[in-house]
T-cell receptor, first 112, second 111 residues
Framework: QKEVEQNSGPLSVPEGAIASLNCTYS??????FFWYRQYSGKSPELIMS????GDKEDGRFTAQLNKASQYVSLLIRDSQPSDSATYLC????????????FGDGTTLTVKP | SQTIHQWPATLVQPVGSPLSLECTVE??????LYWYRQAAGRGLQLLFY??????ISSEVPQNLSASRPQDRQFILSSKKLLLSDSGFYLC??????????FGPGTRLTVL
């Protein structure tokens, strides 16, 4: 079993719809949870971080964390063609090393 | 502000040739630094991390090595490249919330 698993994708939604991306992790000791967006040929960029159970909203993005279920999700409201990218889920530990473990990513296409 | 540089941006190398990729960071002192590799269509695999000059931790056995000769410099090397070393190599440093900030990456193709 992979340490961080994401929807295999690809995921396609029409413009203006809600895109839902899901991620599960295996290590119950994980303390920090991140969503990165990666455009084709580019390096990943952080879009959301979440550290406690519940929802965290930032503009059109909402991250949800459920530590009991070991589940993290990202909702993108009013999806735009510019949201078309691969979304990487990562989990980490708040230690000196500060390492993160990444999922394989879910590719999202938003169709105009 | 903190910035991270990597070079070269792209590299095509024959099997068996040596490799040296460089990463430098500006705007911070004594940062943790990380080398990741991303195979085509896959997520990021942590290869090495460093918490200070001369301190290297290896995450996976492979034919690569890393060095940190200066506070803000992190180098990834190989003596003899394999086909399986092809990929997108990313250097990163952590933010205050343990998130990762990535450099622009080096795309390596081994032929």
């Amino acid at each position: 079993q992979k340490e961080v698993e994401q929807n295999s994708g690809p995921l396609s939604v029409p413009e203006g719809a809600i895109a839902s991306l899901n991620c599960t992790y295996s290590d119950r000791g994980s303390q920090s949870f991140f969503w990165y967006r990666q455009y084709s040929g580019k390096s990943p960029e952080l879009i959301m971080s979440i550290y406690s159970n519940g929802d965290k909203e930032d503009g059109r993005f909402t991250a949800q964390l459920n530590k009991a279920s070991q589940y993290v999700s990202l909702l993108i409201r009013d999806s735009q063609p510019s949201d078309s990218a691969t979304y990487l889920c990562a989990v980490g530990y708040n230690t000196n090393a500060g390492k993160s473990t990444f999922g394989d990513g879910t590719t999202l296409t938003v169709k105009p | 502000s903190q910035t991270i540089h990597q070079w070269p941006a792209t590299l095509v190398q024959p099997v068996g040739s040596p490799l040296s990729l460089e990463c430098t960071v500006e705007g911070t002192s004594n940062p943790n630094l990380y080398w990741y590799r991303q195979a085509a269509g896959r997520g990021l695999q942590l290869l090495f991390y460093s918490v200070g000059i001369g301190q290297i931790s290896s995450e996976v056995p492979q034919n690569l090595s890393a060095s940190r000769p200066q506070d803000r410099q992190f180098i990834l090397s190989s003596k003899k490249l394999l086909l399986s070393d092809s990929g997108f190599y990313l250097c990163a440093f952590p933010g205050m919330g343990y998130e990762q900030f990535f450099g622009p990456g080096t795309r390596l193709t081994v032929l």
